[in-house]
């Protein structure tokens, strides 16, 4: 029941992310007319908003969250206004199981301002992995919404939830590499260069 609530709060907290970027500015004028001598009050609120508008067309990721896993590196390149592609590769960080993995991810990002603001993911995965004598082949099909800022100049941050599906073969039914059967909760927080 947490993960649908926090399913629920997500997409309204990215909301109010870029609802509260706006600036108010209180201010008011005095003019005295040389002529007559009166004082005229102006008061006005003005209320801005400012974008980043950085064509940024590359993006380096790692996502710390998953170095309990896997170590991982992704690259995503902007090919249209709406359009983000990538691409990862990761090796396993638990002991005694060796591998390795390759991730592929198409953003799409229907605000037309890729690869910032909010995206949905369709994602595909492949592992290659032993332990021992046994061996997995999971493959994972996902998708993911998420949210891609730049709290810097090169600095990129990324938040997302989503889901992903694992099937494979594995030579032993009895090993721990067999749980990575069935649908998984994904999370992802990114950081990374983008240029």
Known sequence: MQFRKFLLVLPVGLICVNVFAQIRTEETRKTVDPAKGDTI????VIISRSEDITPRKG?????PLKFFLFYNLSYMHRVSSDIVVGGGFQ???IAGING???SAEVRIHPSGKAPRGFYIAPN???NSLSAGSSTATPISV???LGWQWFPGDDFAMGLGIGVDHYSGSTSVNDTDLWKFDGNVP???FDIGYAW
Not at 59 to 63: A, D, G, P
């Open 41 to 44: 009050v102006t008061q006005s």
């Open 59 to 63: 993006i380096l990721l790692v996502n």
């Open 91 to 93: 090796l396993p960080t």
């Open 100 to 102: 390795w993995g390759v």
């Open 124 to 126: 595909f995965g492949y």
């Open 142 to 144: 996902g998708i993911l």
């Open 186 to 188: 994904a999370l992802r």
